[in-house]
């Protein structure tokens, strides 16, 4: 008979440490799905009152009450500057709590930790005073002007400013200042009083309606309570100001379809300098999500939404990769020097994968896929044995049989940092919320917070070390810069496959 020995007591304190941490980080995590942040803090408050506060048993209810506001603001940090209402409460909290004498004797590290996470988070209130002016921040792809892409990317809120552009029928434009959460009515208001369209301001509002249009023509015609347009348009979408008898005559901006064929930027430099460029670009948009973006981008549907300004920036920054890798390679008018492009494009993703940034690696290899370039049958015949041999190693590893097996195998073994192919993430969590129900029977289905929770500590996991490259400093290093991050494409497939067709006609 074999005798298993007890586990030791602080074996066991350990691990009912660990459980205990892991369900906390659940609920923080994933409590919107079926509470929103305002009611949660709302029924901690109550916990704590509930059933008195004296003995052992209130002294406990504090404590568990300290713990999860810890937790809390340690999560949500910066966010909470967004949530008025939820930054009342937990001063009150605070207040109760730095007002005990009990808990701070016997919690008293944990006591100052909430008083620095209070400072630091700096929660909005509305009736104190209100901070100065922020500066207006641009978004990426408005960027134009170099000294502006290579500033340091940070995160946006939605209350941050920005500048942006509404067109009218004739193209014609006016520049509004706006929160990045405006709705479509404040949007239009503020377009309407540059315009001074008429008088009466309700009247103004009314006249006009606000159009998302796509650079293949395609309309959308936004709802005036929708809000947070901004980080929805697609990379060549425009915004635009019309009647409802000229919405059927909004066409695109003609510089939108102009085509300049001719040696570009990515001819004249190496494919070292540019995969590294990508990589530390889309390192700093990545660090600007905040992990609870995620929840918010799939489960938004049940609970209204929040913003997601800086996951949406990040989606379509790769949407704009895969576009770019497309339209370097169809503007490129000479066969030998698309070739060598290919050639290029698929070192740049070898590069990629090796930085571990699985993003910028999987953009490069869709944009090669893209049926507009699979289809130059000439021009991938000049590519050399070796590199047609690695890119159908990297088709193997963006194939989504067997629900991305090869992908998850790879990064299964990489260890931070790591750049993760995001949509997947976006993928995985829709899945989850399709499958189960977050409410079983009235009660909350804990094993679908936990499978949720346990896919954002994913993402927790690849940031969990800074990113250091190794990059020269070479002469052309700001210019190699700028050109990556402020990428000119074509995203209109139309028109890819027009100029597809121009340069093999009858390549099948």
Not at 152 to 174: K, L, N, Q
């Amino acid at each position: 008979m074999t005798i298993h020995p007890r586990p030791s007591q602080p074996f066991l304190r350990e691990r009912k440490t660990t459980y205990s941490y892991i369900l906390l980080d659940d609920i923080v995590l994933t409590h919107s799905l079926f509470l929103p942040t305002e009611k949660f803090l709302q029924e901690l408050h109550h916990f704590v009152w509930a059933g008195g506060m004296e003995g052992p048993e209130g002294l406990g209810r504090k404590q568990a009450c300290l713990a999860m506001l810890l937790h809390f603001l340690d999560t949500y940090q910066g966010l909470l500057q967004e949530e008025e209402g939820a930054g009342r409460i937990i001063k009150d909290l605070y207040l109760l709590i730095m007002k005990d004498e009990s808990l701070y004797q016997d919690l008293r590290e944990d006591t100052l930790r909430l008083h620095q996470l209070v400072e630091t988070v700096e929660l909005k209130i509305p009736e104190e005073t209100q901070p100065p002016s922020k500066q207006v921040k641009p978004l990426f792809r408005h960027f134009r002007r170099i000294d502006s892409c290579l500033q340091t990317r940070v995160a946006f809120r939605g209350s941050d400013e920005i500048f942006c552009r509404v067109y009218m029928p004739d193209h014609s434009y006016v520049t509004i200042r706006s929160r990045l959460s405006a709705s479509v009515q404040d949007i239009l208001g503020s377009v309407t009083e540059k315009l001074q369209y008429s008088e009466e301001p309700a009247e103004r509002e009314d006249s006009l309606i606000l159009v998302a249009v796509a650079s293949s023509g395609e309309k959308v015609l936004l709802q005036p309570t929708e809000d947070c347009v901004f980080t929805t348009l697609g990379i060549n979408s425009h915004l635009f100001a019309c009647t409802r008898d000229s919405y059927e005559s909004l066409v695109p901006l003609p510089e939108e379809i102009q085509v300049s064929p001719g040696d570009t930027e990515i001819h004249r430099v190496e494919p070292e300098d540019v995969a590294n460029h990508l990589t530390a670009f889309h390192w700093e948009l990545f660090r600007c999500v905040h992990e609870l973006e995620f929840v918010d981008y799939v489960f938004h549907g049940e609970r209204g939404r929040r913003e997601t300004a800086n996951l949406e920036l990040l989606l379509q920054r790769c949407s704009e990769v895969t576009h770019w890798v497309a339209t370097e390679v169809l503007l490129c008018e000479a066969a030998g020097k698309r070739a060598q492009l290919l050639k290029k494009f698929i070192k740049i993703a070898a590069i990629c994968k090796q930085n571990q940034d699985l993003l910028s690696f999987y953009a490069v290899v869709m944009g090669l896929d893209n049926a507009a370039v699979s289809r130059l049958r000439l021009t991938w015949e000049k590519l050399p044995g070796k590199f047609k041999n690695l890119f159908r190693k990297f088709e193997n590893l963006t194939d989504p049989c067997r629900n991305h097996k090869s992908y998850r195998d790879v990064i299964s073994k990489m260890k931070a940092p790591v750049i993760p192919f995001v949509p997947l993430i976006l993928k995985d969590l829709t899945f989850l919320h399709e499958g189960s129900k977050t409410l079983v029977d009235g009660l909350v289905n804990i094993e679908k917070l936990h499978s949720v929770a346990e896919k954002v500590r994913t993402v927790r996991k690849y940031r969990s070390r800074p990113l250091c490259l190794d990059m020269e400093a070479s002469p052309h290093h700001l210019q190699t810069k700028a050109y990556v991050r402020q990428f000119q494409v074509i995203d209109n497939q139309n028109l890819l496959f027009e100029l597809s067709y121009k340069l093999e006609a009858n390549s099948q």
